[in-house]
């Protein structure tokens, strides 16, 4: 059962107002009965889970993933190195241990799956490998909410200086057993949570090869059309202990212009002024959301970069992008180049020390990230699902603005909230409640602002906010 919301103090509340209407101007702001956006409102069951994620447990993890020598998606894959603990294949079969264990203690509620594929020889794969993603499931307690899915994921495949390099040191503590401890930790933590929604807590091998594990688990998944609303990607979340480190804050990068559009929403993307309002980036923005909801709880700061990835760099979930999924990166703020694709060694002329090793990760930092993705997951899963068919009529000219939807599928909305902003501001700045109706006239100009629809259930849980389509 899901425990009565509670809501911050008015103080936060002031703060972070005023925080949004700096700048914003008059105009967003005529419409009679809308309030400034404010914060989710806290579940306390979820606020309760998120202290149960244990740095010690994801420092013992984050080790355990090091100790396995090298985790290069083509090292060895044999008994013998099975036996020596070596290899990537080792190290694997001890992630699906750990899912096991923590399905064990909620008896069972954790499907564990082994999704294995031979991926062709290739620039940075000498002969064809076998790659494996080891994923576990926790199923929506509802029967029709249960086909949403959101999902949590890092990479467990390692590298040193050189990529075809299969048998050296590449403990890849930061990049990326920091990421898989996330989704590690996330599913022990949730397992012992219902939602109505599907929770995916993935690991995949082949990133650095060329993102191949997220590639083939993307690719199943649209052909088998999941409804995955939302992909949460860890990799490099370590905190490394450089001097200009920003322990405080993680950074969170979405796509613009969507990797999936075809040239008719490029073209319509490119009239209404859509560059800033992919759906990744709604996913982004709803992190923010609960990055200020549950800021006490989590101690981090999402830190919204739109763009992409890091500068002419790609990660796991572009390739969750391409076939159409919202997918966002979080990352340190701050990466230590000496301490990632770096063989394990010290210049002696320096004394600087190269190699990703668990030293350099602060474990703390790593558990204040993994609340920030359980708080995201939890909140999605508790949500009901994103109003559908969402459009803003065009067939007059007129300065009103209406927008219409269908329900939201699943039927859990209680009622729905339409956001605005200004065209220039980064995040949603105004709601109006319109309770439980399927259309709504505003006293605003569309040409002045960006609208969405959310829908939102009795206890306050919100959905991922829909941008409308035109409507003639
Ligand atoms: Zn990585």
Known sequence: MISPLRKRSRLLFVSFVSLLTV??????????????????PVDSRISAALKQVSADRIRSN????????TRSTISAQDPAANAAGRGIEAARQWIESEFGLYSRD???????NVQGFTEPAGDRI????????VYAVLNGSDEENAKRIVLVTGHYDSRNSDILDTKGDAPGANDDASGA???????????????????????VAGEEQGLNGSRHFAQIAKEKGWNIEAVLNNDIVGGDK?????????????????????????????????????RSRQLARYIADVGRAYRDEVGVKPMLVFRLDRYLRGGDHSAFNQQGFSAVRFTEFREDFHHQHQNVRTDNANGIEYGDLPKFVDFDYVARVARLNAATLASLASAPAPPANVHLLTKDLENDSTLTWEASPGGRAAGYEILWRATTSPEWE??????????TTLK?????????????????????????????
Not at 126 to 133: C, E, G, M, Y
């Open 23 to 40: 700048g914003t101007g008059a105009v967003a702001q005529n419409q009679p009965g809308s309030t400034a956006a404010e914060p989710m």
């Open 62 to 69: 984050i080790e355990k993933l090091a100790s396995f020598g």
């Open 106 to 112: 909620c008896g069972g509620c954790l499907k564990l």
């Open 126 to 133: 000498p002969q064809p490998a076998q790659i494996v993603n």
């Open 181 to 203: 401890a996330v989704s590690l930790e996330c599913a022990r933590v949730l397992s012992k949570l219902k939602f109505p929604a599907t929770i995916i807590f993935l690991t």
């Open 242 to 278: 450089s001097a200009e480190q920003d322990h405080s804050v993680v950074r969170v990068f979405s796509e613009g212009l969507p990797a999936a559009a075809t040239e008719q929403e490029i073209r319509r993307i490119r009239g209404l002024g859509g560059e800033n309002d992919s």
């Open 430 to 439: 105004h709601v109006q409640k319109v309770g439980n109706v399927l259309r």
């Open 444 to 472: 605003l100009s569309k040409d002045n602002v960006i609208f969405a629809v959310r829908a939102v259930d009795a206890e306050g849980h919100r959905s991922l906010p829909v941008v409308p389509l035109p409507e003639r």
